[in-house]
């Protein structure tokens, strides 16, 4: 006469987060157990800019074209050169993208974390860094 009572599903008995947790342990963990490990740094990264004072001609495109205002003309010698600032710096490479000369490259710097905000200041110099990727 009446309607059945509708009875309610079973409860899996293995839940779900038990059957994840149990599927890491064999899985092969994401992170990499840097600083104990370098990582492996692709040909196209973007670390520290390598400055070369020989290949520019203090045009400025540089610092106009810096998003992040991260580049500043400071004279050298008599002339113009671009001093970066890595603490405003956001590593796009529209400096090396903007230069004619191709004065500012690449390098695989990055290690540059630091309390020592004054050091995140490169003055122009010969080379700023000796490790260019290209
Ligand atoms: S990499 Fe980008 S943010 Fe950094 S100095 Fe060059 S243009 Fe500016
Ligand atoms: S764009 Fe290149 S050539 Fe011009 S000031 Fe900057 S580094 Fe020098």
Redesign the pocket.
Known sequence: MGEKSQVPPKKPRISPMWKRTVSQIFTKPATTKYPFVKPQLGSDFRGEQV?DIK?????????RDCPAKA?E?VEVDGK???QFMLDRCVFCYQ?AE????N??KSSVIYELATTDKPSLVIKPRASSATEATS
């Open positions: 400055f290949l520019c001609v203090s045009c400025g495109l540089c610092s580049i003309m113009k050169r671009p400096c903007s230069c004619p000369r004065a500012i």
